[in-house]
């Protein structure tokens, strides 16, 4: 498997298109998140600002674009409510270092989130991956891909999946130890 990444196949159709935020709103009110994006920030990390700007770029939401924006806030209040479960996130270096007011706010409120004690975001330098190279989560039992609001079920075996996680969480480093924009 070394030097090979996996292929997403599997059309996850019960979390597609519209239904996305709000079938995962359901799976997260239950079960902890832990969500690899190198080039992105998951949506329920996202400042309202952010999620907006974020919707307006994404033409298969347009037509339901306050209705995404609304759950993903939905799902990030619930995550800071949900405090028995226990999420986790890995970030790519590059979306954190770009130097704009929105992401400077988008910084700050990262560094608050990451302060919650159930709620852990670290950084993790570039670098190959052996799943996904877009990123992936893990959440009530199975693997995700997610591409701009669109979920695919992860192919392979799970085990696969949070062994690929364990790696890549060994190479990050704390939210705070990280630069953030200037």
């Known amino acids: 498997m070394k030097g090979t990444t996996m292929t997403t196949t599997v059309l996850a ?19 902890p998140t832990w969500q690899y994006m190198p080039h992105g920030l998951p ?8 999620a907006h700007a974020l919707a307006e770029l994404l033409p298969h939401v347009e037509y339901a674009h306050t209705e995404q ?14 405090t028995h479960l226990r ?3 890995i970030l790519g270096p590059e979306i954190l270092n770009t130097t704009t007011p ?19 975001i670290r950084i993790r330098p570039a670098g190959p991956v052996v799943t996904d190279p877009t990123g ?14 669109l979920y695919f079920a992860a192919p392979g075996n799970i085990a696969t999946w ?4 364990e790696r890549l969480w060994a190479q990050t480093v704390p939210l705070t130890d990280h630069q953030g924009p200037n």
């Open 87 to 89: 999420h986790r996130f």
């Open 162 to 165: 949070h062994k690929e996680w």
């Open 13 to 31: 159709p019960e979390l597609l298109h519209h239904d996305g935020q709000a079938g995962i709103l359901a799976q997260e009110a239950d079960h």
């Open 102 to 120: 929105l992401m400077a706010d988008q910084y700050a409120h990262l560094v608050e989130l990451d302060q919650l004690d159930h709620i852990q």
């Open 43 to 50: 949506g329920f990390l996202q400042t309202p600002d952010h």
């Open 69 to 82: 924006v609304r759950l993903r806030l939905q799902r990030g209040e619930q995550m800071r409510t949900r």
């Open 136 to 149: 992936f989560t893990l959440r009530a039992g199975r693997a995700w891909i997610e591409a701009a609001d």
